[in-house]
């Protein structure tokens, strides 16, 4: 790294969304634009992934569009999930082992699912089958910690007005259910996805080795009136306050190997979200690594970008990539430049006036907006 240049191994993501049809068309080719090569999905479609064999068809589907990135599934939190689907995704896959017999890093290409997803019922998108208790798929956690599955967790409990909880302090109120989880199933590798809180950062430091923590890009940048009548920069979970935002910037400055890139890019078109009800989801993909960049090095972090973005949650999930026979590289060069104002996107349909194409687009974070990194050397 020098002054004006930055040279890094791509980056890895483990936390986005890739949705489905036009929209998926338009995502999966970006994603090598932003200097990724890893992507860990999540399974919240129509209908959710809850079975190896729609991980597998969905994985393929993603690879026609992109194949050279690596895709890391996962199954969808519910009742349709059984420790017996659990093993016959495990099954799935080709691990390789030492001479010991213990499990060395998988080769990700051959993987159907790498973990499973918990989303709390009614929180966020397509989370209309999410869970209510966790003690029903404690069966499911056994089985996956014996496996090697990893547990994502979306970290928000349902609003109630009742008990006084509301999107500012739905996180906070899920930590003890980390923790419980945690006590009950200490070898399961466990991940809270996109924290917000300084109360999730804390949380997740005094855990185990077998708990990590997701970070966004846009968590590491907007607080709550950022969002607040602003609907490109609404997602859920939602930002919080100043000192939260410090609490995120403090960890990743501090280089700590158990909190990681995990953009939660979470695109939804133009119309969704200029809206009365804006989806919640910002969407990040083409411009990973610039953003980055330019948010880390406005609070001194510069440094950390590699560690945060390309090593340290491969390091925690064990896998690595494809052998392409050669060390993919990105390279960063300090230039200002413009964010696009629109991803375009085209849909095929009937409407009254017959079949024809529609053009619908998303906006991305900080749109025509000036950042300070632009990729000029990459996948």
Not at 85 to 101: L, N, Y
Not at 210 to 230: E, P, S, Y
Request: charged share 25%.
């Amino acid at each position: 790294m020098s002054g004006d240049t930055i040279t890094i191994p791509t980056a890895s993501d483990f936390h986005i969304h890739l949705r489905q049809d036009a929209m998926m068309r338009m995502i999966v080719p970006r994603i090598a634009e932003g200097g990724v090569s890893l992507v860990y999905v999540m399974p919240n479609l129509k209908p959710p992934i809850t079975r190896t064999e729609q991980a597998l068809t969905y994985k393929a589907q993603l690879e026609k569009l992109a194949p050279n990135v690596t895709f890391l599934m996962t199954l969808y939190l519910s009742p349709e999930l059984t420790p017996e689907e659990v093993r016959r995704a495990k099954q799935a896959g080709i691990p390789s082992t030492k001479s010991d017999g213990k499990l060395r890093s998988l080769d990700s290409h051959h993987l159907a699912c790498s973990g499973v997803k918990s989303y709390p019922r009614g929180v966020t998108t397509n989370s209309d089958s999410g869970i209510e208790s966790y003690e029903v798929y404690y069966p499911v956690f056994k089985t996956m910690e014996e496996e090697g599955l990893v547990l994502n967790l979306h970290g928000e409990i349902p609003s109630d007005d009742e008990k006084d909880i509301c999107v500012m302090n739905a996180e906070e109120r899920f930590l003890p259910h980390l923790a419980q989880l945690h006590a009950n199933f200490p070898n399961l590798k466990i991940v809270l996805e996109h924290a917000t809180s300084k109360a999730a950062v804390d949380m997740v430091k005094s855990l185990g080795d077998t708990v990590a923590c997701t970070i966004t890009i846009h968590h590491l940048q907007l607080i709550v009136d950022d969002w607040a009548g602003q609907a490109h920069h609404f997602c859920k979970p939602v930002a919080k306050y100043p000192h939260d935002r410090q609490a995120l910037r403090e960890v990743v400055a501090e280089g700590h190997p158990r909190f990681f890139l995990g953009t939660d890019s979470a695109p939804h078109p133009r119309t969704t979200k200029e809206t009365a009800h804006a989806h919640a989801g910002v969407f990040t993909t083409p411009l990973v690594l610039p953003y980055l960049a330019t948010i880390l090095e406005s609070f001194g972090a510069l440094d950390r970008l590699q560690g945060f973005a390309c090593e340290f949650g491969k390091r925690f999930y064990g896998v690595m990539e494809r052998d392409r026979g050669k060390t993919e590289i990105v390279r960063l060069a300090r230039e200002s430049w413009v964010v696009p104002e629109r991803y375009h996107f085209h849909i095929e349909g009937e409407s009254e006036a017959g079949t024809g194409v529609e053009t619908e687009s998303v906006v991305p974070f900080w749109a025509e907006r000036k950042i300070a990194w632009k990729i000029v050397e990459g996948v």
